[in-house]
C-alpha cells in the first residue's frame, strides 16, 4: 500500500537555487523519514523526524512536518550538481497492532543544472 | 564499516530456476528487510523480519521466501523466478523496526533480470 506521495514527481533547477519537495500521506503516524537515492543506487537516509515535531535541520536540508495535513516538505537550499538524485519520504503505518512496516512514496526526481 | 551487503549485485536468469540473494549487516541489527522497486512504483516491501526467526509479509510476497537463521543474514529466495520478478531488489536494515523509529541502512541492490 502507498502512503506516502512526493510532490512533484520530477523538478529541474539551476546550481544554487533552493528545491523543495513534498510528501503526503493519509493516516496518522509516529515518524517521517526522508531518504535519497542515486541513480539505481541504495537509499540513504536524511531525516527522521517525529510526529511531535514540527521542524527539523541538518545541514543544508530542511524538513518540516504538518500533522493536521498530513504533509510533509523537505528543503535543500543552495543546491548543487551533487544533490542530482531521486528523494523519497516514508512513514510507519500508524497506530495499527503491528507496526513494523515503512511505507514508502514514488518519490520526486531532482535534477541540478549546472 | 558498517554495512549491509548484497549479492549478487546483477543477475540474469530463466523462469523458473530457482535462485537466492543474499543480504548481510554487520551492526547487529534486529529489523531486516526486503524491497523491491520498478519504475514509478517507489519501493514496495517483500518480507520484513523484526529479529532471529521472526519474519512476516510485506505488501508483495508472493513468489518469495526468506528466513532468518541467524541475526546477521536475510537471505530472499526465489524458488520459481517468473519475468514479472525482474526488478531492482534491495536489502535494509535499522535497529528496530517498531513506529519507523530508526533510519534503515540500505544495501547497494541487486538488479534481477528473469527470461
Known amino acids: 500500500s502507498q502512503q506516502g506521495e512526493e510532490d512533484p514527481q520530477a523538478l529541474s533547477i539551476q546550481e544554487g537555487e533552493n528545491a523543495t519537495m513534498n510528501c503526503s500521506y493519509k493516516?496518522?503516524?509516529?515518524?517521517l523519514q526522508w531518504y535519497r537515492q542515486n541513480s539505481g543506487r541504495g537509499l540513504v537516509h536524511l531525516i527522521l523526524?517525529?510526529?511531535n515535531e514540527r521542524e527539523k535541520h541538518s545541514g543544508r536540508l530542511r524538513v518540516t512536518l504538518d500533522t493536521s495535513k498530513k504533509s510533509s516538505s523537505l528543503l535543500i537550499t543552495a543546491s548543487r550538481a551533487a544533490d542530482t538524485a531521486s528523494y523519497f519520504c516514508a512513514t510507519d503505518a500508524g497506530d495499527v497492532d503491528s507496526n513494523y512496516q515503512l511505507i514508502w512514496g514514488a518519490g520526486t526526481k531532482l535534477i541540478i543544472k549546472p | 564499516e558498517a554495512q549491509v551487503t548484497q549479492n549478487p549485485r546483477y543477475l540474469i536468469t530463466v523462469t523458473g530456476k530457482k535462485l537466492t540473494v543474499t543480504c548481510s549487516q554487520n551492526?547487529?541489527?534486529?529489523?531486516m528487510s526486503w524491497y523491491r522497486q520498478d519504475p514509478g512504483l517507489g519501493l514496495r516491501q517483500i518480507y520484513y523480519s523484526m529479529n532471529v526467526e521472526v519474519t512476516d509479509k510485506g505488501d508483495v510476497p508472493e513468489g518469495y521466501k526468506v528466513s532468518r537463521k541467524e541475526k546477521r543474514n536475510f537471505p530472499l529466495i526465489l524458488e520459481s523466478p517468473s519475468p514479472n520478478q525482474t526488478s531492482l531488489y534491495f536489502c535494509?536494515?535499522?535497529?528496530?523496526?517498531?513506529?519507523?523509529?530508526?533510519?534503515?541502512?540500505f544495501g547497494p541492490g541487486t538488479r534481477l533480470t528473469v527470461l
Open positions: 493516516t496518522s503516524i509516529n515518524n
Open positions: 535494509a536494515s535499522s535497529l528496530e523496526g517498531t513506529s519507523g523509529s530508526y533510519e534503515q541502512f
Open positions: 523526524i517525529r510526529s
Open positions: 551492526m547487529n541489527h534486529e529489523y
